[in-house]
């Protein structure tokens, strides 16, 4: 530890009095009154909790359950229900506290007000608790800056009292919380229920990529992580968390195979939870099963409706909705099978349902439409589609560019320059406003600076000037990284088949050709990739044979697309 980082004995004495400070007030009372609804079909958890009632002991499952299922509001209900059937329960509370933390999708640790009351409970229910339980405990006293844990609180959180994460960097208590964990899952390797828990946490303390996605690299220990989860998956193949961060832990082009089985059983062993229904998609998205990709979604987006439907029979408020990611795993998977249809229809629901957000990411979504009609190629239905709403000036750039390159497409150059100069100045705004290297900054510039290279790209090469195209065209798709390594791509990976259809236009076979192979690899089975490559390779006299093959492929990808699609 470097000098400067050495905790001074006033150090010490601050932060003791500041941790102190954040478990002060009256200790929490249980609610008695607290209950929670029974939803079956979540898969089944084992985890042991010491209590003394039947009820506790199911409702503490069914929140272990939830919880392994990413849905934290129905975890927390379950865990305050089985705190009131037996308020002695320390691991009850334990739970608590641990949902209302950090995930991965939500790694920030905000306000923790909540949380750390219900550790304070754990910690003094403690003495009810197994030796095991008590150890899962203490990890969340570290976790949550609580007094029992002060020395190492001190070496952790030194020299700063009160200093949280930069958003960049894990915060030290979260990485202190996945050591322990780590420590915990090496003394009792075949134990899947402290695997799952060691690899939200290492999830967490491991912020940015867990993967290069060139490379195939893991940061940090995620790639010891998904060695674990991988042996424990084989061993344990009905535990539903194991198989869960095992996807999430290879979701990456380089190791998304690893998790095929995981993937192809999850399913079914939760078959009424709509996100471990949906999980298997990030999988068979990654591997070129775009067809399984959409049925499984299909799947979870009923689902999210019966289960809204269930807690409203049962009396209770909506919880954790994943529709929304659903939706647009379905979208990404039905445009890449071709069902342009199927997938227009998605981005209308989709966008009537962010019909009254206001937000960047809602004009997005209000674009999706529009968008969609640009994939397709349908250049008079882009015309005739409404333009997006939004004051923010996403939507003013993504409808524009989609306008535009209709307008270019068919010969409107004006039209399209007209386009371009709406389009320019909320651009502008937008990258100026997303200067950082936050992770939705970037995101946001992705989006931008490839809709201004698409479209000036489009009309340089609608002018003549080819040389000038590619070239705009090229940094577009350079530009696009960010969002196309959004889950799903944001922009459907549609800006290197963009390059390739310009080449095609410029009779640049050969680099037609590598485009449309590059492409390929990194979504395999992409018909759209397949039928620039046919083109390519016919305009360059390649053997029948060859082309055949290529045929045959493209046949195969777009089996279930519309028929315009079809070859």
């Known amino acids: 530890m470097p000098q400067s980082f050495q905790p001074s004995s006033w150090r010490l004495s601050l932060l003791s009095l500041c941790v102190l400070a954040s478990c002060s007030g009256l200790p929490l009372q249980v609610d008695r009154s607290a209950r929670a609804p029974r939803l079956e079909g979540y898969g089944r958890v084992d985890l042991a909790v010491t209590t003394g009632t039947v009820e506790a002991r199911r409702l503490f499952g069914h929140g272990m359950a939830q919880a392994y299922a990413f849905n934290e509001d129905e975890a927390v209900r379950s865990f305050k229900a089985a705190l009131a059937a037996d308020p002695d329960c320390a691991l009850c509370a334990w739970g608590v506290a641990w949902q209302l933390g950090p995930n991965i999708n939500a790694p920030d640790r905000g306000d923790l007000k909540e949380a750390k009351r219900y550790v304070d409970l754990a910690v003094r229910l403690r003495s009810n608790a197994s030796p095991h339980e008590r150890e899962l405990i203490d990890a969340m006293a570290l976790r949550y800056a609580h007094d029992s844990q002060r020395a190492e609180v001190a070496v952790l959180t030194a020299p700063v009292c009160g200093t949280g994460s930069s958003g960049k960097q894990a915060d030290p208590l979260d990485v202190g919380y996945a050591d322990r964990l780590h420590a915990l899952a090496d003394s009792a390797p075949d134990d899947p229920d ?190 005739a589609e409404p333009l997006p709403t939004g004051e923010r000036g996403m939507a003013t750039v993504l409808a524009q560019q989609a306008r535009g390159v209709a307008l270019a497409r068919l010969g409107r150059v004006a039209e399209a320059r007209q386009a371009l100069a709406l389009l320019t100045p909320a651009a502008d705004r937008l990258v100026a406003k997303h200067a950082g290297d936050d992770y939705m900054d970037k995101i946001a510039r992705s989006l931008v600076q490839l809709a201004r290279a698409r479209l000036g790209a489009e009309i340089a090469l609608a002018d003549g000037h080819a040389d000038a195209a590619l070239q705009l065209q090229a940094e577009g798709v350079e530009a696009a990284k960010a969002a196309d390594r959004m889950e799903p791509p944001m922009l459907a990976a549609g800006s290197r088949l963009a390059l390739g259809d310009m080449q095609l236009q410029a009779a640049r076979w050969g680099d037609a050709e590598r485009s449309f192979r590059t492409d390929l690899a990194e979504h395999p089975t992409s018909g759209w990739a397949l039928r620039g490559l046919l083109r390519s ?6 053997p029948e044979a060859e082309l055949a093959g290529v045929r045959t492929q493209l046949a195969a990808s777009f089996a279930a697309a519309d028929a315009a699609l079809r070859p």
């Open 194 to 383: 402290l695997l799952s828990l060691y690899a939200e946490a290492e999830m967490v303390a491991t912020r940015g990529s867990w993967w290069d996605d060139d490379t195939g690299t893991p940061r940090g220990r995620i790639g010891d992580l998904a060695t674990r989860l991988e042996a424990a998956a084989a061993r344990h193949p009905q535990h539903t968390g194991v198989n869960h961060y095992l996807i999430h832990a290879v979701d990456t082009p380089t190791q998304a195979r690893r998790a095929v089985a995981a993937a192809e059983r999850l399913g079914g062993l939760a078959p009424q939870s709509p996100h471990l229904v949906h999980m298997p998609s990030h999988t068979f998205g990654l591997l070129g099963r775009y067809a399984d990709a959409a049925a499984v979604n299909e799947r979870a987006l009923a689902l999210d409706d019966a289960r809204e439907a269930e807690l409203a029979r049962q009396g209770f408020s909506s919880s954790s909705d994943w529709r929304g990611h659903n939706a647009s795993y379905l979208w990404f998977a039905s445009l890449m099978q071709g069902r342009g249809e199927a997938a227009l229809a998605t981005a209308r629901r989709a966008a009537a349902r962010a019909a009254k957000a206001d937000s960047e990411f809602s004009e997005y979504i209000r674009s999706r439409p529009v968008l969609t009609l640009m994939r397709l190629e349908q250049w008079h239905p882009v015309l």
């Open 537 to 542: 390779l016919q305009a360059q006299g390649r």
